[in-house]
């Protein structure tokens, strides 16, 4: 594991895709240039994918599943097992190309995003060997029935950048556990840690089993029409999992789709405030922000309202920013311009009665650092209340009871993930209960483990990524049935 003191890459990065366990160069030569989003500069290049390449990667995974589809479950395991213990021995190198592409802090990649990786891989690799169906019987005199749980097939996939090394892994794992293989698009932003992902799991897995080309959204709208795939699945915007599902629907793929969020953070006033403060800051700020399930929207009891947005602008004050070498950041910078010029906006269009407690503003001029934000003040029907920003900013409502807070909380598009802050077991049990979200966190936010699913409702798409959920949304169910007395 890492010990802290991981080297950025200096030298200009050249990535190409991993096709058929080969690195290939785009066919029609195009790319596009990597920035690194601490500094605003150019690092590197990636392949601008064209039809072509998408289908060379299609062909290459059809190959494969021919095969692949036939491996015993014990086999898979043993596969995954050794890119786990690869991708432990790996981390300094994971960790360094995911920094430099996304600018996150060195330290906490290392020791919030590896382990996690590595224990999602593992928990997949066991769970291949685990699925369960009902048992084989005579349910109709004179014949037995079983069911068998098969792959898909040729599974599309197409990751986001906020989270670009480990959304990988959620998505490859479970499809490639459950017998699938897989062509996987990062995204155009932060392809680099992908790739390097594809290269070390090719020691283990035949040529074909998983292959990784990278692009633009051309491409990835190429990636999902292909006639190939049996099943697409994305994490990314609302906007682009409704396009995939659309084009998904042409000719009745499976689509897997994890989506935005706008998680409700409901406070009440018997919680142990300073601790909510604290934990609240911790998981809205984490990732600057770029986080589906982020603590970013405060429902607070009237009572400590004030106090309470006071104290996440104190926890905000404290919190910094900064390059991915410095250990004592939190959060290094926004993705990319794009998203730095989306946050400013959302916060240049802050209507009157809102107030900035803290922050509201980039922090330098190199880079797309923007400073820990709160907003007090806000109404439900407030744009900064009702869409997803995606950045370092925790908004705060006020509510009047808990039935306001219930209806302002299940209030949005979004049904994704949420928490609830309370002593009291009876409340926290009823809320948990009324609440339409697919996680709901009690005196804790945002916290994950491989065995539960992580998936939301409404807007935030549908299907479930990690658990044994996770795995059963890549496989099919067909039915067997013998005439036992012929």
Same mark, same amino acid.
């Given at each position: 594991?890492?010990?802290?003191?991981?080297?950025?890459?200096?030298?200009?990065?050249?990535?190409?895709?991993?096709?058929?366990?080969?690195?290939?160069?785009?066919?029609?030569?195009?790319?596009?240039?990597?920035?690194?989003?601490?500094?605003?500069?150019?690092?590197?290049?990636?392949?601008?994918?064209?039809?072509?390449?998408?289908?060379?990667?299609?062909?290459?995974?059809?190959?494969?599943?021919?095969?692949?589809?036939?491996?015993?479950?014990?086999?898979?395991?043993?596969?995954?097992?050794?890119?786990?213990?690869?991708?432990?021995?790996?981390?300094?190198?994971?960790?360094?190309?995911?920094?430099?592409?996304?600018?996150?802090?060195?330290?906490?990649?290392?020791?919030?995003?590896?382990?996690?990786?590595?224990?999602?891989?593992?928990?997949?690799?066991?769970?291949?060997?685990?699925?369960?169906?009902?048992?084989?019987?005579?349910?109709?005199?004179?014949?037995?029935?079983?069911?068998?749980?098969?792959?898909?097939?040729?599974?599309?996939?197409?990751?986001?950048?906020?989270?670009?090394?480990?959304?990988?892994?959620?998505?490859?794992?479970?499809?490639?556990?459950?017998?699938?293989?897989?062509?996987?698009?990062?995204?155009?932003?932060?392809?680099?840690?992908?790739?390097?992902?594809?290269?070390?799991?090719?020691?283990?897995?035949?040529?074909?089993?998983?292959?990784?080309?990278?692009?633009?959204?051309?491409?990835?709208?190429?990636?999902?029409?292909?006639?190939?795939?049996?099943?697409?699945?994305?994490?990314?915007?609302?906007?682009?999992?409704?396009?995939?599902?659309?084009?998904?629907?042409? %000719?009745?793929?499976?689509?897997?789709?994890?989506? +935005?969020?706008?998680?409700? &953070?409901?406070? /009440?006033? !018997?919680? *142990?405030? $300073?601790?909510?403060?604290?934990?609240?800051?911790?998981?809205?700020?984490?990732?600057?922000?770029?986080?589906?399930?982020?603590?970013?929207?405060?429902?607070?009891?009237?009572?400590?309202?004030?106090?309470?947005?006071?104290?996440?602008?104190?926890?905000?004050?404290?919190?910094?920013?900064?390059?991915?070498?410095?250990?004592?950041?939190?959060?290094?910078?926004?993705?990319?311009?794009?998203?730095?010029?989306?946050?400013?906006?959302?916060?240049?269009?802050?209507?009157?009665?809102?107030?900035?407690?803290?922050?509201?503003?980039?922090?330098?001029?190199?880079?797309?650092?923007?400073?820990?934000?709160?907003?007090?003040?806000?109404?439900?029907? %407030?744009?900064?209340?009702?869409?997803?920003?995606? +950045?370092?900013?925790?908004? &705060?409502?006020? /509510?009047? !009871?808990? *039935?306001? $807070?219930?209806?302002?909380?299940?209030?949005?598009?979004?049904?994704?993930?949420?928490?609830?802050?309370?002593?009291?077991?009876?409340?926290?049990?009823?809320?948990?209960?009324?609440?339409?979200?697919?996680?709901?966190?009690?005196?804790?936010?945002?916290?994950?483990?491989?065995?539960?699913?992580?998936?939301?409702?409404?807007?935030?798409?549908?299907?479930?990524?990690?658990?044994?959920?996770?795995?059963?949304?890549?496989?099919?169910?067909?039915?067997?049935?013998?005439?036992?007395?012929?």
């Amino acid at each position: 594991m890492s010990d802290g003191n991981v080297r950025r890459m200096t030298s200009p990065r050249t990535i190409q895709n991993f096709i058929d366990g080969k690195f290939a160069d785009p066919a029609d030569g195009r790319r596009a240039d990597l920035i690194d989003p601490s500094t605003g500069e150019v690092f590197g290049s990636a392949p601008v994918s064209s039809a072509e390449d998408v289908d060379r990667a299609y062909a290459a995974a059809a190959s494969a599943f021919e095969t692949w589809r036939d491996t015993t479950p014990s086999a898979r395991q043993q596969a995954l097992l050794k890119f786990a213990d690869a991708l432990e021995a790996r981390a300094d190198d994971l960790v360094a190309a995911e920094s430099q592409n996304t600018g996150k802090p060195i330290e906490l990649t290392a020791s919030e995003e590896i382990p996690p990786m590595i224990d999602q891989v593992r928990f997949f690799a066991g769970a291949a060997r685990l699925l369960e169906g009902r048992s084989a019987g005579e349910y109709m005199a004179g014949f037995t029935s079983y069911v068998r749980r098969e792959p898909v097939g040729v599974v599309g996939q197409v990751a986001p950048w906020n989270y670009p090394m480990m959304m990988a892994i959620w998505k490859l794992a479970p499809a490639i556990a459950a017998g699938n293989t897989v062509v996987l698009k990062p995204s155009d932003t932060t392809p680099v840690s992908t790739v390097l992902l594809a290269e070390i799991a090719a020691e283990f897995l035949p040529p074909g089993v998983l292959n990784v080309i990278c692009g633009d959204r051309d491409t990835g709208r190429a990636l999902v029409a292909h006639k190939t795939p049996a099943m697409v699945s994305i994490t990314g915007s609302t906007r682009a999992g409704m396009e995939v599902a659309a084009s998904g629907a042409t %000719d009745l793929k499976r689509v897997h789709l994890e989506l +935005g969020g706008k998680a409700p &953070v409901i406070v /009440f006033d !018997d919680a *142990d405030l $300073a601790d909510a403060a604290e934990n609240i800051a911790i998981a809205g700020y984490f990732n600057a922000g770029q986080d589906c399930t982020a603590a970013t929207r405060v429902l607070v009891a009237p009572r400590v309202a004030s106090d309470f947005a006071d104290a996440l602008a104190e926890q905000a004050r404290g919190t910094r920013t900064g390059p991915p070498s410095d250990a004592d950041v939190l959060y290094g910078p926004l993705n990319n311009a794009n998203q730095l010029n989306r946050v400013g906006g959302m916060l240049g269009r802050l209507p009157d009665h809102a107030r900035v407690l803290a922050g509201g503003s980039r922090e330098g001029e190199r880079g797309y650092f923007w400073q820990p934000t709160v907003v007090a003040g806000l109404e439900q029907g %407030d744009e900064a209340s009702q869409q997803e920003i995606f +950045g370092p900013v925790i908004t &705060v409502q006020q /509510f009047s !009871d808990e *039935d306001e $807070a219930v209806r302002w909380a299940n209030g949005v598009e979004y049904g994704l993930a949420s928490s609830v802050w309370t002593k009291d077991h009876g409340r926290a049990m009823r809320i948990s209960r009324r609440l339409d979200f697919g996680c709901v966190w009690v005196n804790c936010h945002i916290p994950l483990v491989a065995e539960m699913p992580h998936g939301g409702f409404k807007h935030s798409g549908y299907g479930k990524d990690l658990s044994m959920y996770g795995l059963e949304d890549y496989t099919r169910i067909k039915h067997v049935m013998h005439n036992i007395d012929s």
